[in-house]
């Protein structure tokens, strides 16, 4: 039916039943002279003449929102339906369409926005009786909703109505369009006592070989011209016979950590974030980790998504408002294989002295040939397979069912296996994604190539 029949007041079939029951019976009592069943038409009669004063005379005004435009997955958003009060309605009703990945939650009636945290799992919908209390002059209509994966979600559409006393008249159910909410992945748990290899921006924690301005202590001097006063060490200048000493520092440094996701493919079924990861699911989640991580050292992060359908990249930056920004890129990514394209002639924006991060489930050919062109450079270029389960420390079966398909897949899997064990003879390392301490090896090893590059 279409949208401007159901947007407007239509008997419900109650009220015709009480017409007709008043229009037969009224009649027969009269001529068959049976005051019985005019006594039992008179409450039907009596509904039907106060359904008809007491006729809505207005379509309700109606808007939807949602209360937060980003969230991150796993976490909690209210749906929330405004409707405008009409003289007449008695219940005003909503209900969300089913979503891939969206969760209905139960909302205490006439809760707050921020009070629908911690709630079990129920149906998407709600009543609200249309004599309570107002929100902005408006009816306000709450569903909770809870939304298990990241990426951009279509929260909705919304199925809005409303009924008259006693159920006579009905308006709707009319739809909203759907909404669109940012999900932001939810970073696996990561931590590195590695430091990053090879400091150069003067910006950072990681300590200097060369003094300079820092918090790192390093020795005492003779004051020079344009030394701060702060930096006078009084209970060694008057100890030294008139001559001022300052107390010299080491220049704090960072690191440009780029970050390269391999959104060729997206292998496996994702269960949200309570269930099983896919491989994307794995690159993006590990992906945020490594990026809260290395930001929280000072070191600047950049990312590049390698995929046809979002080529995305975030510049090099730092902190907390850079790494929101880097998670908010992160949530549209789309896998997408890029065809007929020349890694070669890829730029990736990659300066010398960076640690390259490459996160992929090295599927594709692309990703572990710009891994290879990357330390070609002279570039520390760590590959971390997303492929690898990191309970079971595995690489994940498919599931396919088909004899020649679970076939394919493991002549596939011992072609990657050779892949990997090529870009590791060129000096890449890859290692599998398993949480706390997966990179600390690694960096490990890449700094002390550095240091001895540079003793040489």
Known sequence: MSSSVEDRWRPTPALVRAVALVVLTVPVALLWRR??????????????????????????????????????????????????????????ATALSPAPFVEGVAVERHARVEDADGLPVLHASAVEDAHGPLVDGLRRLV????????????????????????????????????????????PTAFDSSAPAPRPRGLVGAHRSARPGEGTEFATLRPFQVGDRLRRIHWPRST????????????????????????????????????????????????????AEHFLQQGDRVSLRVLSARTPLTVPAGTGRRHGVRILD???????????????RRVHLGVDAGSLVVMISALVSPDAIMQAAMLASRGLSVVVVDALVDPEEGTVVETAERDALARAAWRIRMLERDREIRAVQAQGVPVVP????????????????RGRVGRLS
């Open 329 to 343: 890129t992160l949530c549209r990514v789309v896998p997408g294989v890029v065809e007929q394209v020349d890694p």
């Open 239 to 290: 100890r030294g016979g008139g001559e001022l000493y300052v107390t010299s520092s080491y220049a704090d440094q960072d690191t440009h950590v780029a970050l390269l996701v391999d959104a060729h493919y997206d292998l496996g079924r994702s269960g949200g974030v309570g269930g099983r990861a896919s491989s994307l699911d794995r690159s993006v989640r590990a992906a945020g980790a490594v």
């Open 35 to 92: 005051p019985d069943l005019l006594v039992l038409a008179t409450p039907c009669a009596v509904v039907l003449a106060w359904s008809v004063v007491t006729r809505p005379r207005k379509v309700p005004e109606r808007r939807f929102a949602l209360s937060h435009a980003q969230v991150r997955e796993g976490e909690q958003v209210l749906a929330l339906v405004d409707v405008e009060p009409v003289v007449g309605t008695d219940l005003v």
């Open 433 to 448: 994604w398993l949480g706390p301490g997966s990179l600390d090896v690694v960096l490990l090893q890449l700094g002390r």
């Open 143 to 186: 569903v909770g909703v809870r939304v298990t994966r990241w990426g951009v979600r279509r929260i909705g559409p919304v199925q809005v109505a409303a009924v008259s006393a006693w159920g006579s008249y009905r308006w709707g159910p009319v739809r909203q369009e759907a909404l669109g909410l940012r999900v932001l992945p939810e």
